[in-house]
């Protein structure tokens, strides 16, 4: 018993004890509130200030500044830990995500009391566990700095070998600070972006209202009508980061394609595979904003007299969805707030992000079997295949992914373009995120014939936004404004009746002109319609876009 006592007495007497004390404690609020490599970045964050207090100091002024600085960071680390474990607990979200800042942003003070005062019992456990130590902290770094004033230098401090290690660790946390995607989670810079994210969100938004009334005010003064006859269903998928030339049903050697493949041969003429598909934006934001203006708007240009295909559709008497994997306040407020229903599954901001494309599909059955409404168009946007590749696809831990150890031709091919090793393995990642893809769009297409199809007019397209250089023609791997691969995406169409005329298969297509090819399978008519930009009417007439130094010769091939 005496023994057990005595270990608090001597943590009490010996510095180096209590900074040991401190930087556990870190580990422990940082595995609380972050999670893989993230948890290995915010240590580096949070490590310097903490190391510090190993080092002996004589100067009452050095050990001052010490101690406010290790008590800010804790402090800091602390809170950001314990916000971070609720929202993951209560919303499996990330503070940065849509969801939150999107909550946030309209919440008032009132309401947040509310929410808190509803929360109630449910916050005494973190308020238990935070408190004390909130409270014991002052003390153990005052007790430290006394200490430390009184020279009582750590044991590990008077060796030299001992000062040599604590300063290569120091250096090598220090490094973090360099990188700004790591430096902006320190808790000390990323909440006071936070709440200027907010700020600028909430200005945007009162902009972005009135952007969709001026669309909704165009739409109706167009007067869209549907010439079909009975039920009608459209559903748009829409892929991110896709390139036509990995996908084995544009003749690519790697099996990355077999289920859309088989659903070609199935499904004969109702099926229209556009071969020569152009993106002409390499990004998702501007890309989008074309497609839905029908090609007259960059993201933050004025409505003016513009259309939106969404706008046009719900005016004509369309019931709208909008599903999406991808976290993106921006496309949410310009497109997918168009909608009557909104389903983001995703609720974690950026790259890294992995939730996987497979689990819209529960909510693409439940938009078809919906019965509240005779005409529904459906956009599901997937992540596709946007960087990290290997997040796109299902981790399992016991076994490789399809493409892993390829040694097959397209592996050969990129040794003799002298492509490095890390190229040719992120490149065996692409087509495998591109083969789990493969199954997801196979599987809407599937859905929609199945559900849609006995009710009446049905129609399904699918394109992606953008391409993507994987070792193309360039040693780079991700979005590509200079090389084709950033503009080169696939685009199919089905149709129930009537087939598609297959001469069309072979006509150059840009992707910002989608929207009149939509409005076609979505049966609108209204004033302002043109003809010759549908790849599907006899009048097309294509016209070359500009993809500045990756326009090619020609669009056709
Ligand atoms: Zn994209």
């Known amino acids: ?32 509130g972050h999670e893989g490599r993230r948890s290995l970045q915010m240590l580096a964050l949070g490590l310097p200030s903490l190391l510090w207090l190993l080092w002996p100091l004589r100067q009452r002024h050095w050990i001052m500044l010490r101690a406010w600085l290790a008590g800010l960071t804790l402090f800091s680390f602390a809170c950001d830990a314990l916000v971070r474990a609720f ?18 942003a309209n919440t008032t003070p009132r309401e947040v009391v509310e929410y808190l005062s509803s929360l109630g019992l449910g916050l005494l456990p973190s308020l238990a566990l935070l408190l004390p130590a909130l409270l014991l902290l002052p003390l153990v770094l005052r ?28 250096l090598l946390c220090l490094l973090g ?47 869209p009508v549907v010439q079909l006859n009975g039920p009608s269903t459209v559903v748009l998928v829409l892929t991110d980061s896709v390139n036509r030339d990995n996908m084995s049903l544009y003749g690519y050697e790697r099996a990355t394609t077999p289920k859309l493949q088989a659903l070609k041969t199935e499904l004969g003429p109702q099926l229209l ?36 295909l969404l706008a046009l559709a719900r005016t004509a008497g369309y019931k709208i969805w909008w599903m999406s994997n991808h976290d993106d306040l921006a496309v949410d407020q310009q497109h997918a707030q168009l909608a009557h229903e909104q389903e983001m599954i995703n609720r974690q901001p950026g790259r890294a992000s992995a939730s996987l494309d497979s689990e819209l599909i529960s909510g693409l059955r439940r938009a078809l079997e919906d019965a509240s409404t005779q005409r529904k168009f459906i956009v599901v946007h997937l992540l596709g295949a946007h960087p990290h590749y290997r997040l796109r696809s299902p981790q399992l831990p016991d076994r490789d992914h399809v493409f892993e150890h390829a040694k097959d031709e397209v592996y050969q091919q990129m040794q003799i373009q002298d492509r490095p090793l890390w190229l040719r393995e992120l490149r065996q990642d692409y087509d495998a995120a591109l083969h789990y893809h493969d199954g997801v769009v196979a599987e809407t297409l599937r859905l929609t014939r199945g559900l849609a199809a006995p009710r009446g007019h049905a ?10 250089e994987v070792g193309h023609s360039i040693t780079h791997a991700g979005h590509s404004p200079s ?54 009417s006899p009048r097309y007439a294509w016209q070359a876009p500009s993809l500045g130094a990756a326009t090619p010769e020609r669009f056709d091939r």
């Open 1 to 32: 018993m005496s023994t057990l006592l005595q270990i608090p007495a001597r943590l009490w007497q010996s510095p180096g004890h209590l900074a040991l004390l401190l930087i556990l404690s870190l580990l422990g609020l940082v595995l609380l």
């Open 87 to 104: 929202l993951l607990r209560q919303y499996q979200a990330a503070p940065d995500g849509a969801l939150v800042i999107t909550a946030s």
């Open 143 to 170: 007790r430290h700095a006394l200490l430390s004033m009184a020279s009582t230098a750590s044991p590990l401090m008077t060796r030299r070998a001992g000062r040599w290690l604590l300063l290569s660790v120091l």
């Open 177 to 223: 600070y360099l990188s700004k995607p790591w430096r902006r989670h320190h808790p000390l810079l990323f909440w006071p972006s936070w709440v200027m994210q907010i700020g600028e969100l909430r200005q945007s938004w009162r902009d972005q209202q009135a952007q969709r009334e001026l669309l909704l005010a165009n739409a109706h003064a167009a007067k």
């Open 273 to 308: 595979q556009l071969r020569h598909a152009w993106s002409v934006e390499p990004g998702t934001l501007a890309s989008l904003s074309g497609i839905f203006s029908f090609g007259e708007r960059a993201p933050h240009d004025p409505v003016g007299n513009t259309q939106h």
């Open 459 to 468: 129609a399904w397209m699918f394109l992606s936004d953008h391409g993507q």
């Open 483 to 536: 090389t084709q691969a950033g503009y080169r995406i696939p685009a199919l169409l089905w149709r129930q009746t009537p087939s598609f005329d297959q001469a069309a298969a072979e006509r150059p297509f840009r992707a910002d002109w989608a929207a009149w090819t939509l409005a076609e399978l979505l049966g609108l008519q209204w004033q302002g319609r043109d003809a010759e930009r549908d790849v599907l």
